[in-house]
C-alpha cells in the first residue's frame, strides 16, 4: 500500500467542504486491476483528478498534475517504473518523488518539493483503491472474493449521474422488484413486503430478505416460474454491499454472491464497480452470468437517475417512508451517525 501525501479540496469541489473531509477518510474503488497496465490511466474520486500508473512496487495514484506547470501526467508515458510528464519531461518514480529534470544538469540537486500529490493506494479483490485523506477504517472485508471455491466474475464498472447513496439505496431496497425488475426476477404476485429486522454492526448493517422471485426461462438458472430465494445483504459504510443469493433447495451451500461497490466520482456522478461470486453450476457460461445480472442493473439504471434531488436526503422529514422502507431508513441514519449533512451529495 502506498501511504500519501496532503490532497487539497478542489476549487470546483461539489461537496461541502465537512462531507468532502468525512468521504476522503472512507476507501473508494478507482479503477479495476486491470485498467492499469502500461500507460498511466486517469480517473476522478470526490471531484479530484488523479493519475494511475503502475510500477514495480506497486500502484501509485496521485493528483493528475506535474508540480513544474500543471499539465496532466495523464497524457503522459511510462518508462520503466518512471511517469513521464508530457510537456517538458519530468520523471516521477514510483513513490511520485522527481527523480530527473532534462532541462537542468544532472548534478543538479531536485528540490524536495518536486513531488507528486499521491493518495493512500490499495490493491485488492480485483480493484485499486483510493483514500484521500488519512484513512479512518480499512478495506471493506469481502472474503469470498478470495474464496477459491468460488468463481470470481468481474462485470465491470458504469458511470451513473446519480450519488454514490442514491445508487447504494436503491441496491438495498426490496419493495421496487416485482415493478423494476418484473424482465428479471421480481414477482408481480408478491408486492407485500413483511416486516425486516435490521441489525446494526460496527461497519454498517445486516439483514436477511426472503423473497420468492420469478425465474424466466433465460436466467442461468433456468426451468422453473419461480425460486425461492434467501437473500442476506451486509452493508459496509459508507458505499459497498455484499448481496449473498443462497438456493439451499439446489443444494447446500450454494450460492450466489452480488457485490455493489459505488465510488463518488462527484456529487452526482457514481462510478459503480460491480462483481459477483459464485461457486455452484460451473458448466454455465461466465458470460451468460454476467449478462444476466447486468440486464439487471440495467432496469434499475434509468430509475435511479431520474430520482430527485440526486442528493440523498438525510432529514427523513424530506421524503414519505412506510415499513417496507425499514432497510433504507437504517441506512440513512448510518450515513448521518457519519457527520455527513443533511441533505448531502455523496
Known sequence: MLTGTAVPRPRDCTFSPSDWEILGRYWHPILFSTDVAGAPVKARLLDVDLVVYRTSMGVVAARDLCMHRGSPLSMGYMQGDEIVCAYHGWRYGSRGDCVRIPSQPASVRISPRARLMTINCAERYGLIWG?????????????????????????????????????????????????????TFGNPDVTEVARVDVEQTPHGLHYDFPYLASNPRNSPLGGREVIQRYTTYDVTLPFTVQLTIAYPEKGEGRAHVAF??????????????????????????AEEIIAYD??????????????????LPLDLSEELHVQADAVTIAYRRRLRELGLGRAWSA
Open 260 to 285: 455493489d461497490i459505488a465510488s463518488p466520482v462527484s456529487a452526482r456522478e457514481t462510478n459503480i464497480f460491480f462483481v459477483a461470486a459464485r461457486n455452484f453450476d460451473p458448466h454455465v457460461p
Open 294 to 311: 447486468l440486464s439487471i442493473a440495467a432496469e434499475d439504471r434509468p430509475i435511479v437517475e431520474g430520482q430527485r434531488p440526486e442528493e
Open 131 to 183: 483514500c484521500i485523506s488519512e484513512p479512518c477504517t480499512g478495506l471493506p472485508e469481502c472474503p469470498v472474493l478470495e474464496d477459491p471455491t468460488y468463481r470470481f466474475l468481474q462485470l465491470g464498472m458504469q458511470s451513473w449521474k446519480t450519488s454514490a447513496a442514491r445508487q447504494v439505496e436503491n441496491f438495498m431496497d426490496v419493495s421496487h422488484f416485482p415493478f423494476v425488475h418484473a424482465g
